[in-house]
């Protein structure tokens, strides 16, 4: 897998998949940024007359739940229930899951039409598997990845997915798949929509590389790495968002594989 990782990122550049994208008011500017650093094409949509018919011309959809309220649930459930009919690829960013029974209704209606990856911290997965040891705390995560591998194992088997808890250590879950990443840096939880960020990037890998545990890996180990390096040279949480998009844009292959840390 670790020699295919920046194959699969030269392949998203050159390919720059189209990714319509539901996501929440915090992050909309951020992700959109995001994913033309990394070579894609994002696109924004939510009204109910035109949801589904970009979801159809679209190579992958993301679904993030972050801001949501009536209106947009429903773009959301059309959209998903779309990729899923048209065997598209999507993922799902259950933002803030466990903190309202609002937010786990929703997240179970979108489960129903089988979400290709599933990205959320810590708190977020254990939250969608019903494991209540830590109580959730909004957005942002009280756990470590390592303690939601039970529940992400649980959620894959149940709906045929593929999880990705992200955190100090990015974790990446599936029947046959348990890979660890050790990059990033712990300033990037200092702003905000760096997760939305990361679903957003794997979104657009999702769209174009055909192995999906290999895409996932790829787009978290692009985003971590960038964020790593970035934080090298940044003076706070403020430069750190503009230079991590310019390195999700400048990175080398030499800088990219110098820093991987993968098992
Ligand atoms: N403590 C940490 N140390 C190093 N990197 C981190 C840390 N926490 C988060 N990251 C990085 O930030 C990315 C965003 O993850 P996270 O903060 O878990 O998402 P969210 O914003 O959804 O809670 C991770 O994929 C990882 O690269
Ligand atoms: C602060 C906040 N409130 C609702 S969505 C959102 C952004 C969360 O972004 P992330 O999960 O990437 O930190
Ligand atoms: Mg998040």
């Known amino acids: 897998m670790e020699n295919n990782l920046w194959k699969h990122i030269k392949t998203v550049r050159a390919q720059s998949p189209l990714v319509h994208n ?3 008011f915090v992050v909309m500017n ?3 940024n995001a994913l033309l650093a990394v070579g894609a094409s994002p696109i924004m949509a939510h009204a109910h007359a035109e949801v589904q018919d970009m979801t159809s011309i ?3 959809l993301v679904v993030n739940i972050g801001t949501l309220d009536e209106y947009w649930v429903k773009s959301m459930l059309m959209a998903a229930e779309k990729a899923h009919h048209l065997h598209k690829p999507w993922i ?3 933002v803030g899951a466990g903190a309202t029974p609002y937010r786990n209704h929703t997240i179970s209606a979108l489960l129903g039409y089988k979400p290709t990856v599933i990205r ?3 708190s977020e997965i254990m939250a969608l598997a019903k494991d209540n040891t830590t109580p959730t705390k909004g957005v942002d995560s009280t756990a470590e990845s390592n ?3 039970v529940a992400a194992k649980m959620i894959a088997k149940e709906y045929d997915t593929l999880v990705c808890i992200s955190g100090k250590t990015d974790i990446i879950v599936g029947k046959d798949t348990l890979v660890y990443l050790n990059n990033g840096d712990a300033l990037m939880t200092k702003v905000t929509g760096l997760g939305c ?11 174009v590389i055909e192995n999906k545990a290999e895409a996932i890996t790829a787009a978290m180990a692009l985003f971590s790495i960038a964020g790593e390096l970035a934080a090298r040279q940044c003076a706070g949480p403020g430069s750190l968002q503009v230079q991590l998009l310019d390195k999700l844009h400048n990175i080398t292959e030499q800088e990219f594989s110098e820093t991987l840390k993968i098992s």
């Open 197 to 207: 960020s990361s679903t957003a990037v794997i979104g657009a890998f999702i769209a």
């Open 147 to 149: 303690e939601a591998i």
């Open 30 to 32: 951020n992700t959109a």
């Open 92 to 94: 799902l960013d259950p």
């Open 22 to 24: 539901i996501t929440n």
């Open 58 to 60: 679209c190579s992958s």
């Open 120 to 122: 959320g911290n810590a």
